[in-house]
Antibody, heavy 122, light 110 residues
Framework: QVQLQQWGAGLLKPSETLSLTCAVY????????WSWVRQPPGKGLEWIGQ???????NYNPSLKSRVTISVDTSKNQFSLKVNSVTAADTAVYYC????????????????WGRGTVVTVSS | QAGLTQPPSVSKGLRQTATLTCTGN????????AAWLQQHQGHPPKLLSY???KRPSGISERFSASRSGNTASLTITGLQPEDEADYYC???????????FGGGTKLTVL
């Protein structure tokens, strides 16, 4: 059974860089597209971006200028960096794995980390 | 980023049936279909269905999904207290090259 374990700093000051990492255990790293999704307090889910094992990325256009997602296939890990954070970046950040099989119209998030609470405050 | 449209809240009685909707367009729901996620307070989302009507192992048959055109639906029969949660639809948008989520529906079981 595939499990995701995520970690990173939970308290940041405005203008700092948010940095989180997610490790994948117990399954195929290559079989998923790896995403970061965030959820501001009391609000819905917002997709940040994704990467696959080859390092191909897609980003939410509204965040693209500040976000970098990278992958380390030797460790089955992927990471998120968000530059110049503000209070609006305060949220629970989830790492997630998506199954994508276009021929079968499979597009779904199958795996989720437990979430990391990130607070941006001066 | 354009997302999918869900009603903010639905309330139904115990053992009744609730139908939640998710409206997109031809670039997302109409082409890729939708997956449904359930999220209880303080927990990560959990996959309920994918490809419009397939359920992962362990998901109750009381949850069924469908799609008509650009609108996906999740029907929950025999509502139980533990069904009270937030429900999100999601899919890939070909035009945006991005995953999109609905705003979520809070289901209250009375």
């Amino acid at each position: 059974q595939v499990q995701l374990q995520q970690w990173g700093a939970g308290l940041l000051k405005p203008s700092e860089t948010l940095s989180l990492t997610c490790a994948v255990y117990g399954g195929s790293f290559r079989g998923y597209y790896w995403s970061w999704v965030r959820q501001p307090p009391g609000k819905g889910l917002e997709w940040i971006g994704q990467i696959n094992h080859s390092g191909n990325t897609n980003y939410n256009p509204s965040l693209k200028s500040r976000v970098t997602i990278s992958v380390d296939t030797s460790k089955n890990q992927f990471s998120l960096k968000v530059n110049s954070v503000t209070a609006a970046d305060t949220a629970v950040y989830y790492c997630a794995g998506a199954v994508v099989v276009t021929a079968m119209a499979y597009w779904y998030f199958d795996l989720w980390g437990r979430g990391t609470v990130v607070t941006v405050s001066s | 980023q354009a997302g999918l449209t869900q009603p903010p809240s639905v309330s139904k009685g115990l053992r009744q049936t609730a139908t939640l909707t998710c409206t997109g367009n031809s670039n997302n729901v109409g082409n890729q279909g939708a997956a449904w996620l359930q999220q209880h307070q303080g927990h990560p989302p959990k996959l309920l269905s994918y490809r419009n009507n397939k359920r992962p192992s362990g998901i109750s048959e009381r949850f069924s999904a469908s799609r008509s055109g650009n609108t996906a639906s999740l029907t929950i029969t025999g509502l139980q207290p533990e069904d009270e949660a937030d429900y999100y639809c999601s899919t890939w948008d070909n035009s945006l090259s991005a995953w999109v989520f609905g705003g979520g529906t809070k289901l209250t079981v009375l």
